[in-house]
C-alpha cells in the first residue's frame, strides 16, 4: 500500500518511537513530520517540514495525507506559561483536526490523557477534554483518542517529579487490578503498537482508556 502519514510530536518519547515503527511498516510509503525541530533521522520515507506549530494553518497544501498522528504534549513543569500550554496541548491537535476534516483526511489517531474532562476545575484535564471535544467536532470518519496513564520509558530531559512519580507507580502496579488497571504504568511502545492497529482498523469506538490501549497493542500477538 503507499500511504501516506502525517506525525506530529515525532521528537518526543512516544512521537520517536512511533517514527521508528513507521519507517518500518510497508504500509507506508511517505511519513510527513511537521515540527519545530529536526528528528535528525535519515530515512528516503522521511519528509521533514520544520515549521511553528502554531500556525499550523499556514501549510495547508502540504497537510496531506491518509492518516494523522498526534503525539503533541508538553508538561506544567516543562511549560510553566498557561496560555502557552494551551496554546500546544490544546490549539495544535485542534488546528492538525480542522486540516484533515479540510484535506480529507479520514484517519486521525491523538493522544490525550487518563482524566481528560472539559468540566475539570484542573487545568490540566480541563485542556486535554477541551481539546478531545473540539476535535470530535470535526467529524473526522476515523478518530481515535487515547488516554494513556502515566507514561513509562526515559525521556531526553530531567523531570524529576515524573520520575518520582513512575517510581511509586511501579510499585503499586501489582494492585491495580480489574477497574484499577487503568491506572498502571503503560510503555510508550503499547501506546505506539496502539495507535499503528487502530489506524488500519475502522473500530467503532473513539476513546480508550489506558487498559484498553494495551489490550489493543498486545492484540493478535500469538498469532
Known sequence: ??????????????????????????????????????????STKIEEHLIDLFKLEAYKELFTGDALFCCIGTTASKTKDKEVYKAIDYGIPVSAAKLAIQNNI?????????????????????????MECDVLKQNIKNTYILRPSIIGGNRDELRVGERIGKGIMSLLSPFFLGPLKKYK??????????????????????????DKIVKIANSNKNK
Open 1 to 42: 500500500m503507499n500511504k501516506i502519514a502525517i506525525v506530529l510530536g515525532a521528537t518526543g518519547l512516544t512521537g520517536s518511537i512511533l517514527l521508528e515503527k513507521l519507517i518500518e511498516d510497508t504500509s507506508y510509503e511517505k511519513i510527513k513530520l511537521f515540527s519545530r525541530n529536526s528528528v535528525h533521522k535519515s
Open 106 to 130: 479520514k484517519t486521525f489517531v491523538v493522544v490525550s490523557s487518563m482524566g481528560a474532562n472539559a468540566s475539570s476545575s484542573f487545568f490540566y484535564n480541563k485542556t486535554k477534554g477541551e
Open 185 to 210: 504504568i503503560i510503555s510508550p511502545e503499547n501506546i505506539v503498537s496502539c495507535m499503528q492497529k487502530l489506524a488500519e482498523s475502522e473500530v467503532y469506538q473513539t476513546i480508550f482508556s489506558s
